[in-house]
């Protein structure tokens, strides 16, 4: 079945960055738009960011816009997460989707 692993996630201080990587396998991963979605302690699954198949679309939660940049290399299958001016309000278990398919997810945390 589809398989997404998340990498990338740590302890952060605040202001730091973070890159995180997702690889997928077992689906043609250049046909599906991508997405990463955050769940803090004791609050919902949010979407964070988007990037369409081609790589050409992107989209951004307001929360992050500005700070976080999603891209992918379809020739390595693989989605990443750059994120920039990390704030502890951005620690969360950051999960990698596509196909209809999660990641198991990483952990980030940006603490001083």
């Known amino acids: 079945q589809v398989q997404l692993v998340e990498s990338g996630g740590g302890l952060v201080q605040p202001g730091g960055s973070l890159r995180l990587s997702c690889v997928a396998s077992?689906?043609?991963?250049?046909?599906?738009?991508m997405h990463w979605y955050r769940q803090a302690p004791g609050k919902e699954r949010e979407l964070v960011a988007t990037?369409?198949?081609?790589?050409?679309?992107?989209n951004y939660a307001d929360s992050v816009k500005g700070r976080f940049t999603i891209s992918r290399d379809n020739a390595k299958n693989t989605v990443y997460l750059q994120m920039n001016s990390l704030k502890p309000e951005d620690t969360a278990v950051y999960y990698c989707?596509?196909?209809?398919?999660w990641g198991q997810g990483t952990q980030v945390t940006v603490s001083s």
């Open positions: 989707r596509g196909a209809a398919a």
């Open positions: 077992r689906f043609t991963f250049s046909l599906y738009d």
């Open positions: 990037v369409s198949s081609s790589g050409s679309n992107r």
